[in-house]
């Protein structure tokens, strides 16, 4: 079992650029979730994916958006990136149907400049 | 809303100390409690976690115990390694909220 994987695992952009991040979920699971860490601080929940339809969403702006595929994966897109975009995005998965803890990722570290 | 609350770092402490993380917790129904640890440059991996009251988490030296009804899961080890210095992020999933949520962390310094 691979667990949950990012790609890329580092990416530079320039101030205005759009980007878009990766994320395969554990095997067997159908929901995904985004966090953005900023350094120093704890994650923070950006929306969560399931059934291929944004189901909740945190306190972000609409520059920040996803996609869910058939196959469960999942993108993160930010658009218009500005220097405090920068973070460590974190991608975890989980079963819906269970509902129980979150697997995550080892995150993209994204670098605005 | 569900939150969490650690203490604020850093914590420093000599090889060999005794270590505390206090963190307690907002929430209703019943979630489950983890800590995470994030070593510098990388993402979080999983601790410990303690899924109904009175279970005590267990990892590499590291213990916490659910409490419910002082809303705490401290996290305790007997002796710290210079390897242990990371953030320390204590964390809920609640069943009816569906995501995780961090506490702010705390930086651990252990000095040889």
Known sequence: DAGVTQSP???IKTRGQQVTLRCSPKSGHDTVSWYQQALGQGPQFIFQYYEEEE???GNFPDRFS????????SELNVNALLLGDSALYLCASSL?????????????????? | GDSVT???????????AFLTINCTYTATGYPSLFWYVQYPGEGLQLLLKATKADDKGSNKGFEAT??????SFHLEKGSVQVSDSAVYFCALFNTGGFKTIFGAGTRLFVKA
Not at chain 1, 96 to 113: D, I, K, P, S, Y
Not at chain 2, 6 to 16: A, K, Y
Not at chain 2, 66 to 71: A, I, L, N, Q, V
């Open chain 2, 66 to 71: 659910y409490r419910k009804e002082t809303t």
């Open chain 1, 66 to 73: 996803g996609h869910q595929f058939p196959n469960y994966s």
């Open chain 1, 55 to 57: 189901r909740q969403r």
């Open chain 1, 9 to 11: 695992t580092h990416l």
């Open chain 1, 96 to 113: 819906r149907q269970l509902n129980t803890e979150a697997f995550f990722g080892q995150g993209t570290r994204l670098t605005v400049v």
């Open chain 2, 6 to 16: 650690q203490m604020e770092g850093p914590v420093t402490l000599s090889e060999e």
